[in-house]
């Protein structure tokens, strides 16, 4: 079942989304994390903001108003944290890129004249090891934290009780918020600055094509525009669940945990969903002939007007937690075949077309006006 989202207010800034998301949405789950013992937990909006606020204070008494933080670690609970405590109140976030070497890292870090730099705890050798040749960067924070280290501690840091005036603080709109390194098509990576107006801009046009559903798994890297505005952001204001995929190898196992209505993908993900439904089939009495004369069969039905996907598929969808009904693609060309091969089986998969200068949606098809040829040659640059 889809949702649309609550009547927008045209906010202004990214707090001002998150408070309309707390308010409209503050009896859902915001983000939904898998533990140690596969067990799913959930945060509020209230906590998200909580932490948020209090670490941007903590911020701001290291001195960071208006200076650039850098942020670099796979999608998580104190990525995002930090991330929105950044361009909500303390200055500009600077996601780097966490597949980047160490010498690659310290140019961004150099380049982008951060302050400070926000890092998950298995960058914590990588920072030291460049720490001498960043003399810009007079704090280190790990989102870990270890006794005795040159970095600071995220929780020790988000769990002072400061008062230096972070929600009071004003934002500009129309000023950069977060400077985002890409090499685009070729050279060497280049600056992207985007807005708060920008981001949000982008969001809302997606909204007005996408129906989300209740539900979303986020698994492509928080540090690209594509999964940050519309994996994130666009989530946040649409009141869907955003359910965080901790591992690339928990990948299927967290389909079936989370239960997801809707997923972001690029088209290797997209291969692999296929892959994952071919092998269930060969598996089943019949195979891939039962399998094909079933998919004629639904296929001659709809054309009348009968659609019987969700019995006919129904095993299927089970790989995916049984409520998948959405998949967006982006980043490179998806072939038409992939299209019309998961809209047969229920799951719509549609494409969209963007570069991170503008946040980075420029079109996409929707939930309704779809077409399988329109940009299949094209594709989001992540």
């Known amino acids: 079942m889809h949702q649309k989202a609550a009547p927008l207010k045209k906010e202004k800034n990214l707090r001002e989304m998150l408070l309309h998301a707390r308010n409209s949405y503050g009896d859902r789950d915001m983000l939904r994390v898998r533990t140690e013992d596969r067990q799913v937990k959930g945060i509020k909006h209230e906590a998200f903001m909580r932490d948020m606020n209090a670490f941007g204070d903590a911020l701001l008494g290291l001195g960071l108003a208006g200076k650039k933080v850098a942020v670099i670690g796979p999608t998580s609970y104190e990525w995002l944290v930090s991330y929105f405590s950044v361009v909500c109140g303390v200055g500009i976030a600077v996601p780097i890129d966490k597949e980047l070497q160490d010498d690659e890292i310290a140019v961004i870090l150099r380049e982008s004249e951060a302050e400070c730099v926000i890092f998950a705890d298995e960058y914590f050798d990588t920072m030291k090891n460049i720490k001498p040749s960043v003399p810009g960067i007079r704090c280190f924070i790990?989102?870990?934290?270890?006794?005795?280290?040159?970095?600071?501690?995220?929780?020790?840091?988000?769990?002072?009780?400061?008062?230096?005036?972070?929600?009071?603080?004003?934002?500009?709109?129309?000023?950069?918020?977060?400077?985002?390194?890409?090499?685009?098509?070729?050279?060497?990576?280049?600056?992207?600055?985007?807005?708060?107006?920008?981001?949000?801009?982008?969001?809302?046009?997606?909204?007005?094509?996408?129906?989300?559903?209740?539900?979303?798994?986020?698994?492509?890297?928080?540090?690209?525009?594509?999964?940050?505005?519309?994996?994130?952001?666009?989530?946040?204001?649409?009141?869907?669940?955003?359910?965080?995929?901790?591992?690339?190898?928990?990948?299927?196992?967290?389909?079936?945990?989370?239960?997801p209505d809707a997923v972001f993908l690029v088209p290797l993900f997209i291969e692999r969903l296929e892959y994952m439904i071919r092998k269930e089939v060969q598996q089943k009495n019949g195979g891939e002939e039962a399998f094909t004369a079933l998919l004629q069969k639904s296929r001659e039905e709809f054309a009348r007007g009968e659609d019987r996907r969700g019995e006919y598929f129904a095993d299927i969808k089970e790989l995916f937690g049984g409520r998948l009904s959405l998949l967006l693609c982006g980043g490179a060309p998806l072939p038409e075949r992939l299209m019309k091969f998961f809209r047969d089986i229920g799951i719509l998969l549609v494409t969209g077309y963007g570069i991170t200068e503008c946040s980075p949606l420029v079109s996409v098809n929707g939930n309704h006006a779809y077409n399988s040829t329109s940009i299949i040659k094209g594709g989001i640059p992540l």
Do not use: W
Not at 162 to 172: F, K, V
Not at 186 to 193: L, R
Not at 209 to 233: A, D, M, N
């Open 142 to 259: 790990d989102m870990k934290g270890r006794p005795g280290s040159f970095a600071r501690s995220f929780y020790e840091l988000a769990g002072q009780k400061m008062r230096n005036g972070y929600e009071e603080r004003e934002i500009d709109e129309t000023e950069m918020c977060a400077l985002l390194f890409t090499s685009g098509t070729t050279g060497k990576s280049k600056g992207v600055m985007l807005t708060h107006k920008s981001i949000l801009a982008a969001a809302e046009g997606g909204l007005a094509y996408l129906e989300i559903g209740e539900v979303c798994l986020s698994v492509l890297p928080v540090h690209h525009s594509f999964e940050c505005t519309h994996g994130i952001v666009m989530m946040i204001e649409n009141g869907t669940t955003i359910c965080i995929n901790n591992s690339l190898r928990y990948f299927a196992d967290n389909l079936k945990l989370f239960r």
